[in-house]
């Protein structure tokens, strides 16, 4: 079964400064992968999404991640955080065949952005 | 229109009680999910329909009873929920397609909290 592993529960990062938060894929074949962001009492709304093709990815608010073979990583970054970058984020992997319809969500990284 | 809508936002129930989530999109998507969130958790999947047929039950108690009456509508029928049910009940939805990526668009979920 396919999963991910996001590496660090809580990331605290300072406004303005990077903001690295992991995730590393557990499959046999490439799979697809996503980030998920979830502001507080709110649902989910997808930041980015590796496919097919170019593997660095560029997604919403800034954010960029890139499909590591090699390292079965796909770490989420920015380069500059705001306040308004804090949230829950969930690293998500699905079949890259079939109807996909199955998401398989990391535990999330909660980031803190401190003024 | 790319808005999942979910009623209520909040719902406090008893354990006998019988009440239905709701969830409603007009972008045409033909495949709509239930997930079931705790906090500080991941969601996890419930329920898939496509094509207003059950596609995926994962296993998930009698208590809970899905029900997609149309293309646009799903619900979701409780009754007799324990205290553990307590939880963010998300709403999904995507188009159908084999092969390739389907981006799940969230509704922004209903609080349940079961006494």
């Known amino acids: 079964a396919q999963s991910v592993t996001q590496l660090g529960s809580h990331v605290s990062v300072s406004e303005g400064a990077l903001v690295l938060l992991r995730c590393n894929y557990s499959?046999?074949?490439?799979?697809?992968l996503f980030w998920y962001v979830q502001y507080p009492n709110q649902g989910l709304q997808l930041l980015l999404k590796y496919t097919t093709g170019a593997t660095l990815v560029k997604g919403i608010n800034g954010f960029e991640a890139e499909f590591k073979k090699s390292e079965t990583s796909f770490h989420l970054t920015k380069p500059s955080a705001h306040m308004s970058d804090a949230a829950e984020y969930f690293c998500a992997v699905t079949d890259s065949g079939g109807s996909n319809y199955k998401l398989t969500f990391g535990k999330g990284t909660l980031l803190t952005v401190n003024p | 229109d790319t808005e999942v809508t979910q009623t209520p936002k909040h719902l406090v129930m008893g354990m006998t009680n019988k009440k239905s989530l709701k969830c409603e999109q007009h972008m045409g998507h033909r495949a709509m999910y239930w997930y079931k969130q705790k906090a500080k958790k991941p969601p996890e999947l419930m329920f898939v329909y496509s094509y207003e047929k059950l596609s995926i039950n994962e296993s998930v108690p009698s208590r809970f009873s899905p029900e997609c009456p149309n293309s646009s509508l799903l619900n979701l029928h409780l009754h007799a929920l324990q205290p553990e049910d307590s939880a963010l009940y998300l709403c999904?939805?995507?188009?159908?397609?084999?092969?390739?990526?389907?981006?799940?668009?969230f509704g922004p979920g209903t609080r349940l909290t079961v006494l």
């Open positions: 499959s046999s074949v490439p799979p697809y």
């Open positions: 999904a939805s995507s188009q159908v397609g084999s092969g390739g990526f389907n981006e799940q668009f």
